[in-house]
């Protein structure tokens, strides 16, 4: 179903739940949800995320600009190299869920 069928401003209290489709959305994908877990704890630098999720700069590039313009990390420059952490609070807490769910 395309959230444009549904009346998202009549139904009173449901107002966020496209955002909610839209995180779903974001963490349906096995490697955005990998980088979320791993900088749910810590900020990294873009090669060591590449090095722990196995993924080459360009893929990397990609999933985290997806990531950055839905505003679920933020990044910070040292010097030459970037480094990126969690920044949404829903996400954090979605997560901290998940891990507690199915993580050690």
Same mark, same amino acid.
């Given at each position: ?44 630098? &873009? ?7 196995? =993924?080459?700069? *360009?893929?990397? +590039?990609?999933?985290?600009?997806? %990531?950055? /313009?839905?505003?679920? &990390? ?7 190299? =970037?480094?990126? *952490?969690?920044? +949404?609070?829903?996400?954090?807490? %979605?997560? /901290? ?8």
């Amino acid at each position: 179903m395309d959230k444009k069928d549904i009346a998202w401003d009549q139904m009173e209290g449901f107002e966020g739940l496209p955002n909610a489709v839209q995180l779903l959305k974001m963490l349906s994908n096995p490697h955005r949800l990998a980088i979320l877990c791993l900088l749910s704890d810590t900020e990294w630098s &873009v090669n060591e995320i590449a090095s722990k999720i196995d =993924l080459n700069q *360009s893929a990397l +590039s990609q999933h985290l600009s997806k %990531l950055k /313009a839905d505003r679920l &990390v933020q990044f910070r420059r040292e010097h030459n190299k =970037l480094y990126y *952490s969690l920044s +949404s609070p829903q996400a954090k807490s %979605l997560i /901290a869920t998940l891990k507690k769910l199915y993580c050690k």
